[in-house]
């Protein structure tokens, strides 16, 4: 049978191994997901002066973009008429408004 003392030892000893797995894969982890973000930020673009989606007399929030089974884009977001203040609008007089594009 171990003494106190020396199942303490193995302890710590099992939980600095754990540890030193964990922190290793940790920084493997972190450093692919550095590769996949530049390999991202790479293959950015200019944004087109003009582009996204506007409604004219309207604010447009949250624009989400699905692919349809239809194979057409829909983006739904939420609007509300730009004559009303920005607080609490936002909340009581949003709706939502839904785009589509072949492409």
């Known amino acids: 049978m171990k003494s106190p003392a020396t199942e ?10 754990l540890l030193a797995v964990s922190v290793f894969t940790r920084l493997a982890q972190a450093r692919s997901f550095a590769g996949e973000a530049n390999a991202f930020y790479q293959r950015l673009q200019p944004a087109p002066a003009g582009g996204g989606f506007a409604m004219k007399d309207y604010w447009v929030w949250c624009g989400s973009v699905i692919r349809g089974e239809d194979g057409r884009y829909h983006m739904f977001a939420s609007r509300w008429p730009k004559s009303l203040p920005f607080v609490p609008h936002w909340v009581t007089s949003s709706e939502v408004v839904r785009a589509a594009l072949p492409t």
Not at 8 to 17: H, I, Y
Request: aromatic content about 0%; overall charge positive.
């Open 8 to 17: 303490k030892k193995s302890r710590r000893r099992v939980l600095k191994q």
